[in-house]
């Protein structure tokens, strides 16, 4: 049958015809079937940290919407020319996976956190966006829902690489605060950037939107001159050198969110009675101006010295550190985050205008100093000396000063 005649019977001539060369392939190179899709959960603010680098840390969500068994075998982080911003694979990569079932593999229709980290050297010009590049494996499952390989004889390969959609780098600076407490030897637990500690890893869909509200939270609990957190008995409050210390507003604002109806629990336990509404135990929220707010949780009942609506100074004494909500142990819980509500909320970074740091805490150490009140083994080199407009660090030991 001559072309024209066939053509006139077919509703798609046109298109065979004129946009013959894009239809040539279903994918077209740049398209690669991932089986996997990313997304990320807010775009990255940088933050000057205590290592004197510029940090970006964010996360992505992976969804597997696969009947295939899908491994991590690298992620990268790429600029908008391709050039490796960050590299994770192995064991590296696992530790900044959080997967259902563990491991760095993805069963059939699950998702994945993965919890980046990208630094540069302070002063360097940030790319405009970040992509994240990534490798995975699939595999077939088996009758039993277990992975059983890949064959060969597949249409597509087993192994991928594939870069996801840039996402927009923030420009906005780090807002400057004063610090919380004050006193020396405060180390900051749960800090950020590298490790998926319990603030990092607590991503949580609020009104059905994922929210990492503890980006950048630090739980800050203070040292004794034997770098212990407590003496005497670990059920009881007065033992740690934390309890009672004053906190402090980190900014002049207007006080948006207050809870004070919780008792203290008992240190060295698991937290009672623990409700959405007293899990941050008694806590106020202060809006410091600029889209930030300050969140200060496990307050003294009872000590908060402000009530909603209330403008306070930096620097007023806002409550007593106690050991309310859900908590193990007396200590301040502090972050910066974008609303009034300490959950439903994205976490921003903040830098302190000044400290002095006296080095980082070995986080093997950390088990034996909770159960039986145990010195701390501390690198008193590492990120020791003044640090000023810097974010401390994970596990860093701090001296706010008078
Ligand atoms: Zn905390």
Redesign the pocket.
Known sequence: MPMTKLCRAVIMCAAMTVAAPMLAQSLKPNEVFSSLALSTLEPPNPVLGADNRIHLAYELLAVNPTKLFLTLDQVDVVDPSGAVLSSMKGDRLGEMVVATGGGRRLAPGTSAYVFLDVSFPAGATLPKTVSPRVTLTRERADAAGKPAGYPSTEPIPATVTFTGAPVTVGTKPAIVIAAPLRGANWVAL?GCCDAVTS?RGAVMAINGQLRVP?RF?I?WMQLDGQDRLYSGPVGTLTSYFSFGHKVYSVADGIVVNRYDQTFEQVPGAAAKEITPANIGGNMLVVDIGGGHYAFYAHLQPGSLMFKIGDKVKAGDVLALLGNTGNTDAPHL?FHVMDGTSPLDANGLPYVFRQFNSTGVLDINSADAMFAKGAPGVIDRKMLAGTHRNQMPLNLQVVDFGP
Do not use: R, S
Request: proline share 0%; charged share 35%.
């Open positions: 749960n603030h503890e939270a739980d819980h």
